[in-house]
């Protein structure tokens, strides 16, 4: 069968766009969630028949269902697309690689199953969608890093309930049930991992939505590379649309910050305030009192 992941790779492009074909529904997604979205997630299920290896599939077909809901495919669609995944599995072992068909046919049934179960239970907690009301972390993917927000259940600390999903006109959704604290180091490595470009807010949700499509149309048009990009940048990175040495210096003053979260609230504010000293000094006295004060110093100038 050549390279396995390979050959599991354009099997699972091929799936995507079997459905694409035979399933409404799924016609209607954009080219990049077809490839990047639901070819990853035929891959993935793939992979677990290949591999007999069932880490974290729930979890995974979980946020599928709840996808695909916000996605507009109805899950009489969600679930013919996961028979069609079954039978273009079997087909394919049968074109390619013949005598492994009788021991991956049960493999193939048990896999179908357990996805479609689970899925299903996604798709509902889309429609119910009822959480409190409190701050959450919101993080928004343009539609070429879609396939990064397959893998989010591996890297994220939350069960179902504690993740939900939207689209947005410029890209995906992911909302979390989480202060930014506690998600942070597994968003980081999810942007590693997938090489995917993340922005990421907190707070009510309503207004972490707005600010999140405002980074997704904006965000293009800065060329930033793969990485984790707090909201609240975007407005001086915007600065730097006509100027790519502008865009590389705020870039590299902005970076050493990661690992100072005072630093990091100080000039939050200073830019909140508009780059105004006198504005901003009431907020953070800490930072902005004179050297000779914090030190105790009672030098005259």
Do not use: C, N
């Amino acid at each position: 069968m050549g390279s396995p992941t390979r050959s599991l790779q354009v099997w699972a492009r091929t799936m995507a766009r079997h459905y694409a074909r035979e399933i409404p529904d799924y016609a209607r997604l954009h080219a990049d969630l077809l490839e990047r979205d639901v070819a990853r997630v035929s891959y993935e299920y793939l992979l677990a028949v290949w591999k007999e290896e069932d880490e974290g599939l729930e979890a995974l077909a979980v946020a599928v269902g709840e996808r695909r809901q916000r996605q507009g495919v109805s899950l009489l669609g969600l679930l013919r697309a996961y028979r069609l995944w079954a039978k273009d599995a079997l087909e394919a072992l049968k074109a390619e690689a013949p005598g492994l068909l009788l021991e991956a046919a049960p493999r193939v049934a048990e896999v179908l199953d357990r996805v479609s179960e689970a899925s299903a239970r996604g798709y509902q907690l889309a429609l119910r969608d009822a959480w409190p009301p409190r701050p959450v972390t919101g993080v928004g993917v343009a539609l070429r890093d879609a396939g990064a927000l397959v893998y989010a259940p591996r890297h994220l600390p939350l069960g179902p309930e504690g993740m939900a999903f939207a689209q947005a006109p410029g890209g995906a959704l992911l909302f979390l049930q989480a202060p930014f604290k506690e998600v942070e180091r597994g968003l980081r490595e999810l942007a590693r991992s997938q090489a995917a470009l993340l922005w990421v807010g907190e707070g009510p949700r309503e207004e972490v939505q707005k600010d999140l499509e405002e980074a997704l149309l904006l965000g293009p048009l800065l060329r930033l590379p793969p990485g984790l990009y707090p909201v609240r940048f975007l407005w001086p990175l915007s600065l730097a649309l006509e100027s790519r040495r502008g865009q590389e210096r705020l870039l590299r003053l902005v970076r050493p910050l990661e690992g100072q979260p005072d630093l990091l609230k100080t000039l939050e504010a200073y830019l909140g305030a508009r780059l105004s000293l006198k504005a901003v000094v009431p907020r953070t006295p800490s930072f902005f009192t004179p050297w000779g004060a914090r030190s105790g110093s009672t030098r005259r100038t």
